[in-house]
């Protein structure tokens, strides 16, 4: 189990509020859906990490990344109307990719945890690439202000 993302230690939060869409046969918030919550807070985190990246305009971002693993496990059930903080930071760097973690949480409630991987990515060649220079060192200074919970290599 990955360490948690807590208010103390997210570098980004993103709210949420369950529409009746949302909901599967059984009322509750789809499992894909809890997928596309932490879609849209980890865009809308970038767009703050790093404004030049264009994630609707990929080929000509210079700044490329592609989401490229996810995994969530699923901690309790979440209802209609009610709004879901989608908690985020950063987790291990490496040299192409970088994790990003995930909590969410209803009133204090934990409705799922997880994590996933951000890779630099040659849009023109279509093959991954090192990180680019611009996203490392947005990188670096979001731990630099938050702290990251592993090693930076």
Not at 8 to 36: I, K, P, Q
Not at 42 to 49: A, T
Not at 74 to 102: A, M, N
């Amino acid at each position: 189990m990955l360490p948690a993302v807590s208010p103390s230690t997210a570098t980004f939060v993103h709210t949420e509020r369950v529409r009746f869409g949302d909901l599967d046969a059984m009322r509750h918030l789809n499992n894909v859906v809890f997928l596309r919550y932490f879609e849209t807070a980890r865009i809308r985190w970038l767009g703050e990490l790093v404004p030049e990246h264009d994630p609707a305009n990929p080929e000509g971002d210079e700044t490329g990344l592609i989401f490229a693993e996810c995994h969530i496990a699923y901690r309790s059930p979440v209802h209609f109307d009610e709004e879901v903080d989608v908690r985020l930071t950063i987790g291990e760097v490496r040299r192409s990719s970088f994790q990003v973690r995930f909590t969410m949480d209803v009133g204090g409630r934990l409705a799922a945890e997880g994590h996933g991987w951000l890779v630099g990515f040659d849009y023109a060649e279509q093959r991954p690439q090192p990180l680019p220079e611009p996203v490392r060192e947005q990188i670096a200074a979001e731990i630099a202000r938050h702290g990251s919970p592993d090693p930076v290599g």
